[in-house]
């Protein structure tokens, strides 16, 4: 399974824009690229996902680089609810399997 | 709609003794899976229902584990003979079938946190 690498930890202010990296240099051309996030004591909860093209809902935007390498989860405007551990998840959509293998993630704080 | 549940909410049992965590997926959803999620790790992928097909059983970290799903939608995660580091919290998550970029949202339950002593 292609492998995901993220920064443990990054800090943002309230109400500025966040940009959360991932690196995934060894993705295949039928992964996609999956967030999600887990709030303190709970389940993780779906963000966006993506194959090629630049993706944008109500929670976040999906930047991916053009050779898919890696991609940046954007969150516009940071709020407090946003603290949580961001995982960079690739799932291939190819082989017949459906296995999303999640790392360690990146724990983001949110300053007030 | 309601979502994914899983119970019980916390279990404490003693080493050597078996346990059942129960998930009820969203209706509807015919994909299934089990997680392990260690304290201050991330989700550790275990065991992949879809329909009637077999099983993934990959992640599964020994033949003390073991799950099934029956008619399609209830799950049952079962350790046996259970150790100390089976503790962690066990989450479970549900999703429509198909790999569509649409449907491919994974719905997780709150978790079980499970205290072996």
């Known amino acids: 399974d292609a492998k995901t690498t993220q920064p443990n930890s990054m800090e943002s202010n309230e109400e500025e824009p966040v940009h959360l990296p991932c690196n995934h240099s060894t993705i295949s051309g039928t992964d996609y690229i999956h967030w999600y996030r887990q709030l303190p004591s709970q389940g993780p909860e779906y963000v966006i996902h993506?194959?090629?093209s630049n993706v944008n809902n109500r929670m976040a935007s999906l930047a991916i680089a053009e050779d898919r390498k890696s991609s940046t989860l954007i969150l516009h405007r940071a709020t407090l609810r946003d603290a949580a551990v961001y995982y960079c998840?690739?799932?291939?959509?190819?082989?017949?399997?459906?296995?999303?293998?999640f790392g360690t993630g990146t724990r983001l704080k949110v300053l007030a | 709609g309601a979502g994914v549940s899983q119970s019980p909410s916390n279990k404490v049992t003693e080493k050597g003794k078996d346990v059942e965590l129960r998930c009820d997926p969203i209706?509807?959803?015919?994909?299934l899976y089990w997680y392990r999620q260690s304290l201050g790790q991330g989700l550790e992928f275990l065991i992949y229902f879809q329909g009637n097909s077999a099983p993934d059983k990959s992640g599964l970290p020994s033949d003390r584990f073991s799950a099934e799903r029956t008619g399609g939608s209830v799950s049952t995660l079962t350790i046996q003979r259970t150790q100390q580091e089976d503790s962690a919290v066990y989450l479970c998550?549900?999703?429509?079938?198909?790999?569509?970029?649409?449907?491919?949202?994974?719905?997780f339950g709150p978790g079980t946190r499970l205290t072996v002593l």
């Open positions: 998550a549900s999703k429509k079938a198909g790999g569509q970029l649409s449907t491919d949202t994974q719905y």
């Open positions: 998840i690739l799932r291939d959509a190819g082989a017949g399997t459906y296995k999303y293998i």
């Open positions: 993506g194959l090629t």
């Open positions: 209706s509807g959803h015919t994909a």
